[in-house]
């Protein structure tokens, strides 16, 4: 099943040229996607259009083979129940001032959903391995790794069909990294993650499909697998070389 399609898509900021371009991709339920180029490639930019966060400036998004249409708030409400994100830098993601348990709790109350929050804020929690006392307390006493795993229980408390993740690890260590890498691993169990970053040996870990962007086209795209072992593309080989080694498929 397909969860988001994106047929021809361009992007511009104001008044700028292009910075995506033609951008043809089908999201499907149960294939991590992972969305690889070098810095300014355009891969936070096509986050923010699989988010809903900007319109694209010619082609279609459609959500469940239907349009995405940002004015209509009930599909969107839908919509952004079932598509999360989770950043990169885990100390400017979260709101200092606000408890953990409300910075978990955010998408189901701005979304309004009808359940008792309490309870999914601690199996949130509970699924990001981090202990219930967690909630009554402020971020700035967690560490980058147990920040990041607060905002991936955000991203997860409204049971989301798709994840979004941009760079989640670049700001911590290795071990750090291998941690989240097994806890998005396990997520990914009943959710669809896509994961963006400039690291393919990152992505290739957790994702069944990859895209590689330069300067705003896709210029490879498939089954990482195949990709990994038969890079068609310059710039994918040249991705490659600079990835210190190669990880297992995922
Ligand atoms: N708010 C903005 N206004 C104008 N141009 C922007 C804006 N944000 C990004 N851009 C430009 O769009 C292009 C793509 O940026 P984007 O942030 O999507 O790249 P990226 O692949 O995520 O890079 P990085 O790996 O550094 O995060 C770049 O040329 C960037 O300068
Ligand atoms: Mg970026």
Same mark, same amino acid.
């Given at each position: 099943?397909?969860?988001?399609?994106?047929?021809?898509?361009?992007?511009?900021?104001?008044?700028?040229?292009?910075?995506?371009?033609?951008?043809?991709?089908?999201?499907?339920?149960?294939?991590?996607?992972?969305?690889? *180029?070098?810095? *300014?490639?355009?891969?936070?930019?096509?986050?923010?259009?699989?988010?809903?966060?900007?319109?694209?400036?010619? *082609?279609?998004?459609?959500?469940?083979?239907?349009?995405?249409?940002?004015?209509? /708030?009930?599909?969107?409400?839908? &919509?952004? /129940? +079932?598509?999360? #994100?989770?950043?990169?830098?885990?100390?400017?993601?979260? !709101?200092?001032?606000?408890?953990?348990?409300?910075?978990?709790?955010?998408?189901?109350?701005?979304?309004?959903?009808?359940?008792?929050?309490?309870? #999914?804020?601690?199996?949130?929690?509970?699924?990001?391995?981090?202990?219930?006392?967690?909630?009554?307390?402020?971020?700035?006493? &967690?560490?980058? *790794?147990? /920040?990041?795993?607060?905002?991936?229980?955000?991203?997860?408390?409204?049971?989301?069909?798709?994840?979004?993740?941009?760079?989640?690890?670049?700001?911590?260590?290795?071990?750090? /990294?291998?941690?989240?890498?097994?806890?998005?691993?396990?997520?990914?169990?009943?959710?669809?993650?896509?994961?963006? +970053?400039? !690291?393919?040996? &990152?992505?290739?870990?957790?994702?069944?499909?990859?895209?590689?962007?330069?300067?705003?086209?896709?210029?490879?795209?498939?089954?990482?697998?195949?990709?990994?072992?038969?890079?068609?593309?310059?710039?994918?080989?040249?991705?490659? !070389?600079?990835?210190?080694?190669?990880?297992? &498929?995922?």
């Amino acid at each position: 099943m397909s969860l988001i399609d994106l047929a021809a898509v361009s992007y511009a900021y104001a008044r700028g040229r292009n910075v995506l371009d033609g951008i043809d991709l089908r999201i499907e339920a149960g294939r991590n996607l992972g969305i690889v *180029g070098e810095s *300014g490639s355009g891969k936070t930019t096509i986050l923010r259009l699989l988010l809903g966060l900007a319109q694209p400036t010619s *082609g279609q998004i459609s959500f469940r083979d239907e349009p995405l249409d940002l004015r209509n /708030r009930r599909f969107m409400r839908g &919509f952004r /129940r +079932s598509v999360q #994100a989770v950043f990169q830098d885990p100390y400017s993601s979260l !709101d200092p001032r606000q408890k953990v348990a409300d910075i978990v709790a955010e998408p189901l109350r701005s979304l309004k959903v009808d359940t008792d929050i309490e309870g #999914a804020v601690a199996r949130a929690l509970a699924s990001v391995d981090l202990p219930l006392d967690t909630a009554s307390r402020y971020p700035h006493e &967690f560490s980058g *790794g147990q /920040r990041q795993r607060i905002a991936i229980a955000r991203a997860i408390v409204s049971q989301p069909e798709l994840v979004l993740a941009d760079e989640v690890v670049s700001a911590l260590d290795l071990t750090t /990294r291998i941690r989240i890498v097994d806890l998005l691993k396990t997520l990914s169990e009943n959710t669809t993650l896509v994961l963006v +970053s400039h !690291d393919i040996g &990152f992505v290739t870990l957790l994702c069944q499909d990859l895209i590689i962007l330069e300067r705003g086209r896709i210029v490879e795209q498939g089954p990482a697998r195949d990709i990994l072992s038969a890079p068609k593309h310059p710039y994918t080989r040249r991705l490659l !070389d600079s990835t210190p080694r190669l990880p297992d &498929f995922a």
